[in-house]
């Protein structure tokens, strides 16, 4: 009898993409927040990625922790379509991070629950802001990957501007979807569900955050 693949390889990538970027930005945050000299190099140097895709970016290899990647995937190392569109979006969302991190040592700005719909919502205060929603649409429809990574960094710059987060667990596990045929429509629509659906919270109140059902209360989303 053949033996069982182990769990990890029976995982969906996206999945384990997202896991992997959680874990290590928390890493890096952490390190970034009590000014760890290592950690604040580091975001340094992603921040120079952002909004570009790894091939642009060369002498940033090694440094997005795809070799986590691949202990946690080895079935990658024999598909090298969904390596290619694992380590893209690795790589998309760590420096994406570095960039919305940036002189904000007093605050997470990778926050579990934080959905990206939501967060542009939040973003627009109490009425819909045109061009951030403009904005928003135009992440929805890019038509390649290099036109979704540098809208997703003109929204990161304004999320931080605000000093609002986002789920950057969530946000790689999307994507790597996106990537996939006809993943961008289905990862269009969490997004929008998410704006829709957001309800900003009341003082002291538990609100439930859309697109992945963790409530967060006030104090966990300022």
Not at 190 to 198: E, I
């Amino acid at each position: 009898m053949t033996n069982p693949a182990p769990a990890t390889q029976r995982r969906h990538v996206g999945d384990v993409v997202g896991e992997v970027a959680g874990t290590y930005i928390t890493e890096l945050q952490r390190g970034y927040r009590n000014d760890v000299g290592s950690a604040v190099a580091m975001l340094a140097q992603l921040r120079r990625g952002a909004g570009k895709l790894p091939t642009d970016v060369p002498e940033l290899w090694g440094l997005t922790g795809t070799d986590r990647l691949y202990r946690q995937a080895p079935q990658l190392e024999t598909d090298e379509t969904a390596a290619s569109r694992a380590e893209a979006a690795l790589f998309l969302a760590l420096t994406l991070y570095a960039l919305h991190q940036q002189s904000r040592p007093d605050r997470d700005m990778h926050k579990p629950g934080a959905a990206f719909g939501a967060a542009v919502r939040r973003l627009m205060g109490e009425e819909v802001d045109e061009p951030i929603r403009k904005r928003f649409a135009q992440i929805g429809a890019s038509s390649t990957a290099a036109i979704l990574a540098d809208r997703l960094r003109g929204m990161v710059k304004l999320l931080r501007a605000e000093s609002i987060p986002l789920d950057y667990a969530q946000l790689t596990a999307q994507l790597y979807r996106a990537q996939l045929p006809g993943g961008l429509t289905q990862v269009r629509r969490v997004w929008g569900r998410g704006f829709h659906a957001y309800q900003p919270p009341t003082t002291g109140s538990t609100t439930q955050v859309p697109g992945n059902g963790e409530p967060t209360t006030d104090e966990e989303t300022s």
